[in-house]
C-alpha cells in the first residue's frame, strides 16, 4: 500500500528516483519500435535532463522545469493516439521496474493521461 500522505515526489524516490526512472522510460522508447524513430534526430541527454525536470517538478519537487510546455514541445510532430498510449506504457513499465507500488502508479497515470489534449494530432 502507498502511503497518500507521502508527496508523490517522495513516493518517486525523489530526484535521484526520478532520475533513474527517467533513464529507464528512454531505454524503454528507445527499444520501442513504435516510438523509437521520433527520436531519432534529438539531443538525447537534453531531452533526458528536461524530462528528469518535468517529472520532478509535476510530482511535487522543488525543480524548476526548464523546457518548453507540452503543447509548444510536440507541436508540429502530429502524435497519433497510439502513439500517445506507448509513451504512456512505457512510463507505466519504467515504473512497476523500479518497483513503485500500484496507486503511486495510477498516479503518475492520472498525471499522464492528463496531458493527452496538449499532445495528440497537435
Ligand atoms: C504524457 C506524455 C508525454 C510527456 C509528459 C512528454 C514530455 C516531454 C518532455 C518534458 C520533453 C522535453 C522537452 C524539451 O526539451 O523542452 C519531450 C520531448 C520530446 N517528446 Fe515528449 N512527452 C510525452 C509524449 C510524447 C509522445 C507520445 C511522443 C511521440 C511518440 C513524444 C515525442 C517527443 C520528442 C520527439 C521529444 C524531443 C523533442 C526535441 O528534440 O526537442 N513525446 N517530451
Redesign the pocket.
Known amino acids: 500500500m502507498s502511503n497518500t500522505t507521502t508527496s508523490l515526489y517522495d513516493r518517486l524516490g525523489r530526484h535521484e528516483g526520478i532520475a533513474r526512472i527517467t533513464r529507464t522510460l528512454i531505454d524503454n ?1 528507445m527499444a520501442n519500435p ?2 523509437n524513430a ?2 531519432g ?3 538525447m541527454p ?2 533526458e535532463q ?2 528528469i ?3 520532478c517538478a ?1 510530482a511535487g519537487g522543488p525543480e524548476t ?4 510546455d ?1 503543447l ?3 507541436k508540429g ?1 502530429n ?1 497519433n493516439e497510439q ?2 498510449v ?3 506504457d512505457d ?1 507505466m513499465a519504467a515504473l512497476e521496474t523500479h518497483n513503485i507500488d500500484p496507486a503511486t502508479r495510477s498516479d503518475v497515470l492520472a498525471i ?2 492528463s ?2 489534449g496538449e ?2 494530432r497537435v
Not at 522545469?65 to 518548453?68: A, C, I, L
Request: aromatic fraction near 16%; glycine fraction near 6%.
Open positions: 522508447h513504435l516510438v521520433r527520436y534526430a534529438s539531443d537534453k531531452v528536461r524530462v525536470e518535468f517529472f509535476g522545469y526548464s523546457g518548453k507540452m509548444a514541445t510536440h510532430m502524435i502513439e500517445f506507448t509513451v504512456v512510463a499522464l493521461w496531458l493527452k499532445l495528440i
